[in-house]
């Protein structure tokens, strides 16, 4: 019988072409190793999508299949069923109407939810009509029990009675009294609310800051900063020692900056918490970046480096020794890329030691090192000890200075690759901001090997994309970059015309903002026998960017708008992220 079933299934996705029949083979003998029926095996080896999956599973039973990502869940439907019985039994309302209420449930065919589902719906005297749903769809509708504003309003009733004794104290007392009322009162529940809903968000910053009247909340999220939630004043100073006290540092102390890192974990997972406080006229405001260690590190085709760019850094980290220097304002996404190339340089026979502030993500096989201003470990001392560790790849998180900038330059001289960031506006500013470090020009062209700038832009969402009409000014900017590059270049790039360009109307699946996600935009310029002699003879802005235009670099403007006519991004994007 579950063989029969399998292979209904199996025939099902080879009728929608959604696995290749040629492998099919291949799949039973593995799926007999694990144990496991064909389609199982095909869907937890994530051979086939999971929403795919689900729909042919919802075919082949003939129950009907809902899609609930992006779904805004009305908070009366979700009371009809209790969250643990959601969680317990897998299955969340979704639609009520009179009687009737409709179920999403990831196993239709479980009889310990039918049964808990019949006698819910027997004692709220409702009529239920099943669906099956995938994982995502319910895991991101159980979230919905767990309201932002609902859940703060909980935890601020009783605050005010809680903070309401104003006996006079010593200091020491007051910072004990604190310490203890802001652990046992709704400020901790607060805290926690906050930063639980702005991880599952997809934030990458929260900033909390008083105002004259109130406490703003807002998350990060794809660069663009988010209004979240506003709280009474009241509650600022609590909130804000919480944070102190989880980061450990001074919560008697308001007059000045304090910045510090805490851990914790949420639904399983360990996340690193890096932490900035800043006195401001309306009270202190705290600035908490997420630091998720879990996050798969991202290939350089993921982040946009496409074509000659992807072909140049390639060769570059592949010779024994040198320097890459990747370069772009904060928040340009320049630590992603250095883990994208160390991913790449990762190999069992080679020693790769990294200094960063802070370490982002975890990478098995480096060794990866925090530095420490205020004990005295610095990019520059640590790059000292770290030349005494026998390493193959070095990578520096940033040179800020001419100390750091003579060792980076000595240990690529000296047979290691070194991976580092530089701040410039852009490839053709890096090597006079060396030379104006103290770095002679004769060693800039010995060790280094290649420049990388870039900028992030946020992504279309490619469920809602369509394409738009291209005014008069779009276009003419368009034929500009596209008219620098050779016909060589135009052909190995496929553009023609008419030029077509797109962006998102906004749909569930990006929360309405017609983008999703983002990605970089580059510029790449490598260390040539022209560049080298430009260096060393007529070092000149003007002189460098005729190199590159030999080198045919594109810019990150003409990167951005090959994108653009790719459909990956809009125009908007683009000239936002390039205008200096």
């Given at each position: 019988?579950?063989?029969?079933?399998?292979?209904?299934?199996?025939?099902?996705?080879l009728e929608?072409g959604?696995?290749?029949?040629?492998?099919?083979?291949?799949?039973?003998?593995?799926?007999n190793?694990?144990?496991?029926?064909?389609?199982?095996?095909?869907?937890r080896?994530?051979i086939?999508?999971?929403?795919?999956?689900?729909?042919?599973?919802?075919?082949?039973?003939?129950?009907p299949?809902?899609d609930?990502r992006?779904?805004?869940?009305?908070?009366?439907?979700?009371k009809?069923?209790?969250?643990?019985a959601?969680?317990?039994?897998?299955?969340?309302p979704?639609?009520?109407h009179?009687k009737?209420?409709?179920i999403?449930?990831?196993?239709?065919?479980?009889?310990?939810?039918?049964?808990?589902?019949?006698?819910?719906a027997?004692?709220?005297?409702?009529?239920?009509?099943i669906?099956?749903?995938?994982?995502?769809?319910?895991?991101?509708?159980?979230?919905?029990?767990?309201?932002l504003?609902?859940?703060?309003?909980?935890a601020l009733?009783?605050i005010?009675?809680d903070?309401?004794?104003?006996?006079p104290?010593?200091?020491?007392e007051?910072?004990?009294?604190?310490?203890?009322?802001v652990?046992?009162?709704?400020?901790?529940?607060?805290?926690?609310?906050?930063i639980?809903?702005?991880?599952?968000?997809?934030?990458?910053?929260?900033?909390?800051?008083?105002?004259?009247?109130d406490?703003?909340?807002?998350?990060?999220?794809?660069?663009?900063?988010?209004?979240?939630l506003?709280?009474?004043?009241?509650?600022?100073?609590?909130v804000?020692?919480?944070i102190?006290?989880?980061t450990?540092?001074?919560?008697?102390?308001?007059?000045?900056?304090?910045d510090?890192?805490?851990?914790m974990?949420?639904?399983?997972?360990?996340?690193?918490?890096?932490v900035?406080?800043?006195?401001?006229?309306?009270?202190?405001?705290a600035?908490?970046?997420?630091?998720d260690?879990?996050i798969?590190?991202?290939?350089?085709?993921e982040?946009g480096?496409?074509?000659n760019?992807?072909k140049?850094?390639?060769?570059?980290i592949?010779?024994?020794?040198g320097?890459?220097?990747i370069?772009g304002?904060?928040?340009?996404?320049?630590?992603?890329t250095?883990?994208?190339l160390?991913?790449?340089?990762?190999?069992e026979?080679?020693?790769?030691?990294?200094?960063?502030?802070p370490?982002?993500?975890?990478?098995?096989?480096?060794?990866?090192s925090?530095?420490?201003?205020?004990?005295g470990?610095?990019?520059?001392?640590?790059?000292r000890?770290i030349l005494?560790?026998?390493?193959?790849?070095?990578?520096?998180?940033?040179i800020?200075?001419?100390?750091?900038?003579?060792?980076?330059?000595?240990?690529?001289?000296t047979?290691?690759?070194?991976?580092?960031?530089?701040h410039?506006?852009?490839?053709?500013?890096?090597i006079?901001?060396?030379?104006d470090?103290g770095?002679?020009?004769?060693?800039?062209?010995?060790?280094?090997?290649?420049?990388?700038?870039?900028r992030?832009?946020?992504?279309?969402?490619k469920?809602?994309?369509?394409?738009?009409?291209?005014?008069?000014?779009?276009?003419n900017?368009?034929?500009?970059?596209?008219n620098?590059?050779?016909?060589?270049?135009k052909?190995?790039?496929?553009?023609?015309?008419?030029?077509?360009?797109?962006?998102?109307?906004?749909?569930k699946?990006?929360d309405?903002q017609?983008v999703?996600?983002?990605?970089?935009?580059?510029?790449?310029?490598?260390?040539?026998p022209?560049?080298e002699?430009?260096?060393?003879?007529?070092l000149?802005?003007s002189?460098?960017?005729?190199?590159?235009?030999?080198?045919?670099m594109?810019?990150?403007l003409?990167?951005?708008?090959?994108?653009?006519?790719?459909?990956?991004?809009t125009?908007?994007?683009?000239?936002?992220?390039?205008?200096?």
């Open positions: 019988m579950v063989v029969q079933k399998s292979k209904q299934i199996i025939d099902l996705l929608k959604l696995i290749e029949s040629q492998k099919i083979e291949s799949y039973k003998q593995k799926a190793e694990a144990g496991q029926t064909l389609d199982e095996f095909v869907f080896n994530k086939i999508e999971e929403e795919d999956y689900i729909q042919t599973k919802a075919e082949f039973l003939k129950i299949y809902v609930l992006g779904e805004k869940i009305p908070s009366n439907v979700l009809e069923i209790p969250e643990e959601a969680v317990h039994y897998r299955f969340v979704f639609f009520k009179g009737q209420i409709d999403a449930m990831l196993d239709p065919k479980d009889i310990r939810s039918l049964e808990a589902l019949k006698f819910i027997l004692r709220h005297n409702l009529k239920t009509r669906f099956i749903t995938s994982s995502s769809s319910f895991e991101e509708t159980l979230r919905q029990y767990r309201v504003d609902l859940e703060v309003s909980e009733k009783g005010k009675k903070l309401k004794s104003k006996k104290v010593s200091k020491k007051k910072v004990e009294k604190v310490e203890r009322l652990e046992k009162t709704p400020v901790s529940k607060i805290v926690d609310i906050i639980r809903h702005a991880y599952e968000g997809g934030a990458s910053d929260i900033h909390i800051e008083p105002t004259e009247t406490l703003r909340v807002r998350f990060r999220i794809d660069g663009v900063l988010h209004s979240s506003t709280l009474p004043k009241q509650v600022c100073s609590g804000i020692s919480r102190k006290i989880l450990n540092l001074k919560i008697d102390e308001s007059r000045k900056p304090q510090g890192r805490f851990h974990d949420i639904d399983g997972k360990g996340l690193d918490f890096r900035s406080t800043l006195p401001t006229l309306n009270g202190e405001k600035a908490l970046r997420i630091l260690k879990s798969g590190l991202r290939s350089l085709h982040l480096l496409e074509g760019a992807h140049l850094t390639i060769e570059s592949k010779k024994p020794y320097m890459i220097l370069t304002p904060t928040g340009s996404g320049k630590s992603t250095l883990y994208a160390l991913s790449i340089l990762n190999q026979g080679v020693n790769i030691i990294t200094l960063e502030d370490i982002e993500y975890d990478i098995e096989g480096v060794n990866q925090q530095v420490k201003p205020e004990i470990y610095s990019f520059a001392s640590g790059l000890s005494r560790q026998d390493p193959d790849i070095i990578m520096v998180g940033e800020r200075d001419k100390e750091t900038a003579e060792l980076a330059v000595h240990a690529a001289l047979g290691h690759i070194v991976l580092s960031t530089l410039t506006n852009d490839a053709v500013g890096v006079p901001r060396l030379i470090m770095i002679d020009p004769f060693l800039i062209t010995s060790s280094l090997n290649l420049i990388i700038a870039q992030l832009v946020r992504r279309i969402c469920y809602c994309r369509k394409e738009i009409e291209l005014d008069r000014g779009v276009k900017l368009i034929e500009r970059e596209v620098k590059l050779s016909q060589e270049q052909d190995s790039l496929s553009i023609k015309e008419p030029y077509k360009i797109y962006q998102g109307k906004g749909c699946y990006c309405n017609g999703k996600g983002r990605m970089a935009i580059f510029e790449v310029f490598s260390m040539t022209g560049l002699k430009v260096v060393i003879e007529n000149t802005e002189a460098i960017k005729e190199e590159a235009r030999r080198q045919k594109l810019s990150m003409q990167d951005g708008v090959l994108k653009v006519l790719k459909g990956t991004t125009i908007n994007e683009v000239i936002k992220a390039t205008k200096d």
